[in-house]
């Protein structure tokens, strides 16, 4: 496994409700100084030319208090609205790189359940997958789950990569989905608390350390007979 500093379990398992909390709650309005790390790792160094690379994303409160972070929603990966979650790939010299194969034309609402509760010191993963397993790249028009496009590592060579990840606007409206214009008048319970987690998240952005994987070319069975000619 490579293990570089810059997801682990699921934060609705192991995070506590939002409604309690054992530590002070950070103020919206306070400075964001270090309040969290972004770390990515990947399952292994290298990978053969088919092979589908997996990685994790890890990201801690390491303030000394308790914070409210989003998960990716619809819309982060291709930063169509906050939060923004995103990797960054940069392929071997010269390949392409290709974005995702297609998404809805709509952005799911803003819900509450989209916001955790995070303690300091705990973890959690913004992509919403298991350890190692956000590469699973959907096709189809599901952009719940249109993480990488498989498609970026189809050629020999290394690879650099890392993680964006911002709730940097304090405008609510960057981060609301569609049909939400009179999101302000409604006011319903469920409004009323999507403000509130809103206006707790602290404003930040931050990037990942960067990993370099590699991707190798096949031996096939021919390729070691000729091998093992020229050796005897």
């Known amino acids: 496994m490579q293990i570089c500093v810059f997801i682990l379990k699921s934060p609705f ?36 030319l088919g092979e589908i690379p997996k990685f994790s994303v890890q990201i801690t409160n390491v303030s000394n208090k308790t914070i409210i972070l989003p998960i990716r929603i619809d819309g982060s990966v291709l930063h169509r609205r906050y939060p923004y979650c995103s990797f960054k790939i940069i392929p071997p010299s010269n390949k392409k790189l290709y ?12 819900h509450s359940e989209n916001f955790i509760n995070l303690i300091n010191g705990e973890s959690f993963n913004p992509f919403q997958k298991d350890e190692f397993d956000i590469i699973n790249f959907g ?45 302000v008048s409604k006011k319903n319970e469920e409004t009323k608390k999507v403000e509130l987690l809103f206006n707790s998240t602290p404003k930040l952005k931050i990037t990942s350390n960067e990993i370099t994987i590699e991707i190798v070319k096949k031996i096939d069975s021919n390729d070691w007979y000729i091998n093992l000619k020229w050796v005897v």
Do not use: H
Not at 142 to 170: A, P, R
């Open 13 to 48: 398992s192991n995070n506590k409700p939002i409604e309690k909390s054992s530590s002070p709650l950070l103020k919206f309005n306070e400075a964001p100084k270090q309040l969290i790390t972004c770390k990515l790792t990947s399952d292994k160094n290298e990978y053969t």
């Open 99 to 110: 974005s995702v194969d297609g998404v809805c034309g709509n952005l799911n609402r803003l």
């Open 139 to 183: 096709n189809g028009m599901g952009s719940s789950n249109l993480e990488l496009n498989t498609k970026n590592f189809n050629n020999v060579g290394k690879y650099k990569i890392c993680v964006f990840y911002s709730t940097d606007s304090n405008n609510i409206k960057d981060w609301l989905g569609d049909y939400e214009d009179d999101w």
